[in-house]
């Protein structure tokens, strides 16, 4: 949920701010809940592969450092919360929270079995983050109204959808889940 993310943005995926108040009931509800979370963020140096000028798809991006790689001021970031930087080297692009990072040992480390998956964007980082998750064992929600969809082509998120279905993972909606946390801690 970074700020080129987000209307504005250099990258910016429409209405992609919308989702930040059911994001902010999940963190919330999380964190009373003692659950650890996760924000990953695109932290490319500017000479990123992915970028136009170096051959790749997407214009400059969540550049280290700047503005644009901030989170959104309006998204709640615990100081519980750890922070996992991807997409740092100038040759690796990093869809996935779990590519070129420490994730999924951290994760390990903390016996976690079951993650749940919300954010920027669907078909893209939330997509293959969710089949990483999948193909490294875990049990995976994505939790489809809190996340939004670039859909470079139409469809593409609906499509992101039904491939993490179809690899075993669970999609579910933000109010089913603070429910069931919240029905957990009573
Ligand atoms: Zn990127």
Redesign the pocket.
């Known amino acids: 949920m970074q700020n080129d993310f987000c209307p504005g943005g250099s990258?910016a995926v429409k209405d992609g701010d919308k989702i930040i108040p059911k994001l902010n009931e999940l963190i919330s509800t999380f964190s009373k809940a003692k659950l650890p979370i996760f924000f990953t963020r695109?932290w490319?140096p500017s000479n990123?592969i992915?970028f136009v000028e170096q051959g790749g798809v997407?214009p400059p991006?969540?550049v280290q450092g700047t503005a644009g790689a901030k989170f959104h001021k309006d998204l709640q970031v615990p100081k519980s919360a750890t922070i996992i930087s991807k997409?740092d080297k100038p040759t690796e692009?990093?869809?996935s929270g779990f590519q070129g990072t420490k994730l999924r040992e951290l994760v390990s480390k903390m016996q976690v079995t079951e993650v749940y998956i919300g954010g920027l964007a669907t078909d893209y980082?939330v997509k293959e983050t969710s089949l990483d998750a999948l193909h490294a064992g875990f049990k995976v929600s994505v939790l489809e109204d809190s996340t939004k969809a670039v859909d470079v082509k139409s469809g593409d998120g609906t499509r992101a959808i039904q491939k993490i279905k179809q690899e075993g993972g669970n999609v579910v909606t933000t109010r089913e889940t603070i429910s069931l946390l919240a029905g957990a801690m009573q």
């Open positions: 990258l695109d490319h990123h992915s997407w991006h969540c997409g692009e990093a869809y980082c």
